[in-house]
């Protein structure tokens, strides 16, 4: 079963860039739908955006549309999370999931298994 490690959050003023990164050092994520969420203090956890690791589907939420990608390296075995022009409310907790969830259902929190701890992004000036 895969470990994913995010890491990359932090501080940024309103407008600014950030990447977040996620890996398992032991266990490739092929074979897997990968994906991020972000839960917000008080809020519920919400999708952000997924991949298909070994295909060409990717989806990002509304939210985020022309402001975040989602991305994979390979070889690295490692997925990233481009987030540019930040607002506030992007503040969360973000999280790097693997799972095997029906592409349609790709959203549902319930179906990824396998979870990291989570990285702060807190966008604030």
């Known amino acids: 079963q895969v470990q994913p490690v995010e890491s990359g959050g932090g501080l940024v003023q309103p407008g600014g860039s950030l990447r977040l990164s996620c890996t398992d050092s032991?266990?490739?994520?092929?074979?897997?739908?990968m994906a991020w969420f972000r839960q917000a203090q008080g809020k519920q956890r919400e999708f952000v955006a997924a991949l298909r690791w070994s295909g060409g589907n990717r989806d990002h939420a509304d939210s985020v549309k022309g402001r975040f990608t989602i991305s994979r390296d390979s070889a690295k075995n490692m997925m990233y999370l481009q987030m540019n022009n930040l607002k506030p409310e992007d503040t969360a907790v973000y999280y790097c999931?693997?799972?095997?969830?029906?592409?349609?259902?790709?959203?549902?929190?319930?179906?990824?298994?396998?979870w990291g701890q989570g990285t702060q992004v807190t966008v604030s000036s």
């Open positions: 032991q266990h490739t994520f092929a074979g897997y739908a």
């Open positions: 999931a693997a799972g095997r969830p029906p592409w349609g259902l790709r959203s549902d929190t319930s179906l990824y298994y396998y």
